[in-house]
């Protein structure tokens, strides 16, 4: 399942480093909390000899739509289409994507187990993985003599980024927040959130804390380089800044 994630995430957004965002089933922004900027609008492009890039548009809702596109090593074209919430938290500003079409792997299988108990039935997990950002979640059921029975809906989960603007609003920078790290945090105890662990041998983290919660999180640890970690860098059309040499570093 992680291969597929890369597969879309990964590489058409141009995300480096091998590592992928973390999954959360609520947003991290309310109203008070949304901007718009047009700097952000329009096209994006890698540098000379990449494929693919971003491009953004104003929403009716005063969001924006992100289409990001690239190709694999094969030359096959990849497109995902998000809605993006800009927001601004003390002064930093982050974005939160949630993809608009649900992504599932050519051929998957899944198992849930039923649970019973004194009122009813649990289906366990509560959360399972169905493709790119998309999860089957599951309510405990009812149960009589003749059935059982839960409910199910389908999560599009929301994934969040460090937003970073240079050389006069020509170059963009998107920096997520990495799943291994909230995992590994949760894990050793460093870091107390509401999760699932989810995925193969419930190793993967998905946050399920709510919003307040969220906005913590990151704004603890929003110039913690661990924590986000994978920087996709995108270009205006036209424009690439200077390589940097042993003659000309900063």
């Known amino acids: 399942m992680k291969s597929f994630k890369i597969l879309l995430g990964m590489l058409v957004m141009a995300f480096l480093a091998g590592c992928v965002p973390v999954d959360s089933i609520n947003p991290l922004y309310t109203d008070k ?78 198992t849930l187990n039923l649970e019973r108990h004194k009122s009813g039935v649990a289906a366990r997990p509560e959360l399972a993985r169905l493709g790119f950002s998309a999860y089957l979640e599951l309510t405990d059921g009812q149960s009589d003599a003749n059935k059982d029975s839960f409910s199910a809906r389908l999560r599009l989960t929301h994934t969040f980024y460090r937003v970073e603007m240079s050389h006069d609003g020509k170059t963009l920078s998107l920096i997520h927040l990495d799943d291994d790290w909230v995992t590994k945090e949760i894990e050793s105890g460093r870091l107390a ?37 994978g920087t996709a860098t995108m270009y205006r059309p036209g424009f690439e800044p200077e390589k940097k040499t042993e003659g000309n570093e900063e």
């Not at 952000?40 to 890698?46: A, E, F, I, V």
């Not at 509401?194 to 193969?200: F, L, R």
């Not at 603890?220 to 986000?228: K, L, M, R, Y």
């Open 33 to 110: 909390d949304l901007v718009f900027d047009p700097a952000l609008l329009g096209q994006w492009n890698g540098e000379s000899g990449e494929k693919g890039g971003w491009n953004f548009a104003k929403a009716d809702d005063g969001s924006y739509q992100l289409v990001a596109s690239g190709a694999d090593d094969n030359g096959q074209h990849f497109t995902l289409v998000y809605q993006a919430h800009l927001i601004e938290l003390q002064g930093h500003r982050f974005i939160d994507l949630v993809p608009a079409q649900v992504f599932l792997p050519d051929s998957d299988a899944w």
């Open 193 to 229: 959130i509401a999760h699932q662990m989810v995925g193969d041998n419930g190793k993967t983290a998905v946050l399920t804390a709510d919003t307040a919660d969220l906005q913590r999180l990151v704004l603890d640890h929003w110039n913690d380089h661990e924590a986000f970690d």
